[in-house]
DNA sequence: ATTCAAAGTTACACAAACGTAACTATTAGA
DNA sequence: TCTAATAGTTACGTTTGTGTAACTTTGAAT
């Protein structure tokens, strides 16, 4: 018994995503939101009581996904398995590494923005367990060096989505020089 | 015949650049400028006319300064000493990656930010030549591999400064993995 | 067809950042 | 010591974003 909506979830969720990759965290207004969903400012104020809230629960469903994702990566038998469907997430979604940075900056303005920013660094907890099995997988099966911190290991992975491909290399070269450069690095062997 | 300065310009790029990577492009506030050099915002008037300008003549003289340090890197003979003496200009200054990522959302709002982002592009132009000397050099040495695009190459080196070293291992550790996940890969070889 | 709850809009008051004009302060040199 | 040039401040109007209240619109259920 209400009125359709203009715009549903998914659709604000998206236009979020662009706004903060193009504007940055102090740069998202609802003013530009409004804009890019076609409809009054105000309205957005009948869902989210301010933009700390709205972003924090955009964090919380983007990192759900992701970590829905990964589960399914964990789910491969074997270590390389494994490594090739993660970089197919990581190059799905080419953005997470840099929402994940703009969530650490919302301040807690209100109860339930604290509470999202709680349950995204539970989020985040299980992330890294769910990748140290990973990591786990394959020193276990001696094909990933053991002498390298894991930080640097996920780091370098996750890393590789923000090189810009400036010369219009296609995807699938694109990608797999990237691992090509992680697993065996990009100096000639002996 | 003049009064005294309260800031010189090193402590205002220094508080530029302080203030960009904490708020970023759109957070980036005369105000906070002034808080941090305490002196009144107007007072940053009487040298530019407004952000874009201050910012534009900040990211050409962070650029300049890393042209000249990349130039001494290309003056050492091997590809090895480049190399090293590369990852050392890159982690003495953590930041360039991202700065020059802000450099290019500033918009030509007059003339001086026009010209001044018109030089920024050839000194990028530069660094890019630069970096391919580097990378010819490497190759002829039969020491970096030839099947990987310079992008890449590139992208990878200057991305590891943007791994969050959260679990406190020590600066020359950390530098150390990286240089060796880069050179030979994170697999087991053979 | 009527009702009423949710969707949406318009309009207002408030706060923060911007840019400028008119002022005061400092200091080297005549 | 007087002056001129530059540094800095105060104060104002403007713009942009925020949050809310009072309104209208829509459409499924009765």
């Given at each position: 018994m209400a009125r359709e909506r203009k715009f549903s979830n998914r659709e604000l969720y998206q236009a979020t995503k662009e706004l903060l990759l193009s504007h940055g965290y102090e740069g998202y207004t609802f003013t530009l939101l409004a804009n890019q969903l076609d409809v009054?400012?105000?309205?957005i104020y009948k869902y989210y009581e301010n933009k700390e809230e709205l972003l924090s629960e955009y964090m919380l469903y983007e990192l759900t996904n992701f970590l829905t994702k990964l589960k399914e990566v964990n789910k491969e038998k074997t270590f390389l398995d494994q490594f090739h469907a993660l970089f197919d997430v990581i190059f799905d979604d080419m953005s997470l590494y840099q929402l994940r940075e703009i969530g650490i900056?919302?301040?807690?303005?209100?109860k339930k923005v604290a509470m999202n920013k709680q349950k995204i660094s539970h989020i985040i907890t299980e992330l890294y367990t769910s990748l140290q099995h990973f990591i786990d997988l394959g020193r276990h099966e001696k094909?990933?060096?053991?002498?390298?911190?894991s930080n640097i290991v996920l780091g370098m992975i996750f890393q590789?989505?923000?090189?810009?491909?400036?010369?219009?290399?296609s995807h699938q070269d694109w990608v797999n020089s990237m691992k090509d450069v992680i697993c065996n690095g990009m100096f000639i062997n002996e």
């Open positions: 009054s400012r105000a309205a900056q919302i301040p807690k303005v209100n094909i990933l060096r053991g002498d390298i911190p590789t989505v923000n090189i810009p491909n400036t010369e219009g290399i």
